[in-house]
């Protein structure tokens, strides 16, 4: 008899089924070992952003402002550079004339913008989230994937009828606002119970209304004297897929508390980034990271409470918070 020393086509084709299978089980196993490690390297981002913070505010005895007054609207990331091991990049910025040439820059020394311009082009990888993407599609900017913490957007004025969602000082309860810098002395509500920075999601760069309704990449823009409240927003039709496209501009680096971790609801701008509604977004499942004032970071559920998500987001609230 003559000894076979081969496969059957029926044996090669099981066997080829079991490696299949095998592969089916193994790869998803696999995903959320990165996934797992990605989130890690994210949390990490956020510890060094806290740490940073409180680094600061040692050295300043007060916390960086969302912004100064226009045109020179800086991040308050971009003047925490020097504590993220970014002291030669921040060496390179004005602070004393706009950060890009896109802003209004009549009266200022172009020279100097156009350093600024070039500089907010590095890709800062501690700035950015490792579940997510490196830069906005189409920008040659560097992207952010955590905005400071502007507040709840519900403590507004009767004097200034949209301080809820955007305006600086007197309606904004944050940590993080426009035109004026807070020191940890001024969080009553406790450093352990107060956010300072969240996450987003970057844009797609595609300027058209989202299918099947997924918000997490675009915005909607409103004209520049539209109150960004739910109806208004509703009723929105222009769109930007610039989410987070520049580290350095405080439009793309704050968020608020008005809508709950990765809201069905879509973000809304005005067009002036004047009046805002950005609700924190992620890539993990589940939730989003969010790192606390007293420099620790916690994963918050989608499901949390919509009441102690607000109050999670006001310096001297004065609220007993829930789980989270």
């Avoid at 004005?94 to 040439?101: I, Y």
């Avoid at 924190?280 to 790192?291: E, F, K, P």
């Amino acid at each position: 008899m003559t000894k076979r020393t081969g496969f059957t086509l029926i044996e090669l084709l099981v066997v080829i089924a079991i490696i299949a299978i095998l592969i089916g089980l193994l790869l998803p196993a696999v995903q959320k070992v990165r996934e797992a490690a990605a989130r890690m390297k994210c949390q990490n981002n956020l510890k060094q952003l806290g740490l940073a913070l409180h680094n600061y505010e040692s050295s300043y005895s007060m916390l960086p402002p969302g912004s100064s007054a226009n045109p020179l609207v800086f991040s308050a990331q971009s003047r925490l550079l020097p504590y993220l091991e970014q002291a030669n990049l921040q060496n390179l910025l004005n602070f004393s004339v706009p950060p890009l040439l896109s802003v209004s820059s009549s009266g200022y020394d172009l020279t100097a913008i156009t350093q600024n311009d070039n500089a907010a082009k590095q890709k800062l990888p501690i700035l950015l989230c490792p579940s997510d993407g490196q830069r906005v599609t189409g920008s040659d900017y560097g992207g952010i994937s955590y905005p400071a913490c502007y507040g709840s957007a519900i403590n507004g004025t009767t004097s200034e009828s949209d301080a809820a969602f955007a305006r600086p000082r007197d309606g904004a309860d944050g940590v993080i606002v426009s035109r004026q810098s807070y020191r940890f002395a001024d969080i009553t509500d406790g450093l352990s119970n107060t956010v300072v920075f969240g996450e987003q999601l970057l844009g797609d760069g595609a300027d058209a209304a989202p299918t099947a309704n997924d918000y997490r990449r675009r915005v909607l823009l409103l004209s520049g004297g539209a109150q960004t409240n739910p109806t208004n927003c509703a009723a929105g039709a222009t769109w930007s897929g610039g989410r987070g496209d520049k580290w350095i501009w405080h439009a793309n680096t704050l968020y608020n508390h008005y809508y709950g971790p990765n809201a069905k609801s879509p973000d809304c701008h005005t067009s002036s980034r004047g009046y805002f509604l950005t609700s924190a977004r992620s890539a993990h499942v589940g939730g989003v990271q969010i790192a606390l004032c007293d420099g620790s970071v916690r994963l918050v559920r989608d499901s949390v409470q919509i009441d102690t998500w607000r109050a999670l987001s006001t310096r001297a609230g004065g609220e007993v918070l829930g789980d989270f």
